[in-house]
């Protein structure tokens, strides 16, 4: 061994020893810019990864929102369609015509036709029974004067009247003949021809001084023919 590889066998162990002493210390250099360089990658691929999950998500969201459809209604057709024209004529303007107003014409309901109501046997054996309606008697009050002057007899002729009424009724205005059917006062026959009623004492004294200065000629002519005949 020479002095040169001596001095270099004396200077091993310590560059040795150097070497081993620097070796750390360049590893632990080395692996902060790995992990730097680790974590923006790791940055990076997250970034991307969310782009990647929310974008997709947007684009459906606002495709999946339908559009407002318009809607038409009658009256914005009715509007639509209205005409409002307006004509000038030698400057004068006519007035636009309204087209809102509507008439509408409700066909009324039929009256419904009333059922027939069935008349009950106790009804329809009571109308049968009866004749139709009896003769009006007479009522009311007077005395035999108050009838004639009503009748328009003069006041000289009563004497004659009451002779022949006396003798024919009893001055009884209800008085009737059930063989002949005359009636009334003076006993006219048929008592239908005193206009009237022929149980009312006035209505048969009016016709009786008609029948008797019609036929007789006056009252006193009327008794002496009654005088004569029991009858007139």
């Not at 106790?122 to 009838?147: C, H, M």
């Not at 008609?210 to 004569?228: E, I, L, M, P, Q």
Request: one cysteine or more; glycine letters at 10%; aromatic letters at 8%.
């Amino acid at each position: 061994m020479t002095p040169d590889n001596d001095s270099i066998a004396a200077r091993t162990p310590n560059a040795v020893q150097n070497a081993a002493a620097t070796a750390p210390r360049a590893g632990k250099k080395a692996f902060p810019r790995r992990n730097a360089a680790s974590a923006v990658l790791a940055g990076l691929a997250v970034v991307g990864f969310s782009v990647a999950i929310v974008a997709p998500a947007g684009l459906a969201m606002s495709a999946s929102e339908p559009a407002h459809a318009s809607v038409t209604t009658a009256y914005a057709l009715a509007a639509r369609d209205a005409q409002n024209i307006t004509v000038s004529v030698h400057g004068v303007t006519p007035t636009a015509q309204s087209r809102d107003a509507f008439e509408v014409y409700v066909t009324p309901k039929p009256t419904p036709t009333p059922e027939p109501v069935v008349a009950s046997s106790d009804s329809s054996s009571s109308s049968s029974d009866s004749s139709g309606p009896g003769p009006l008697f007479y009522t009311g009050g007077g005395a035999p004067a108050e009838w004639m002057a009503a009748a328009g007899i003069a006041s000289s002729d009563w004497g004659n009247v009451d002779y022949i009424v006396s003798r024919e009724s009893g001055w009884n205005p209800n008085a009737t003949n059930s063989g002949s059917g005359a009636c009334g006062l003076v006993q006219a026959l048929p008592c239908s021809k005193v206009p009237g009623n022929g149980y009312d004492p006035v209505d048969n004294l009016r016709w009786a001084n008609g029948y008797a200065v019609g036929r007789y000629g006056s009252w006193g002519a009327a008794v002496a023919f009654w005088s004569s005949n029991n009858w007139w």
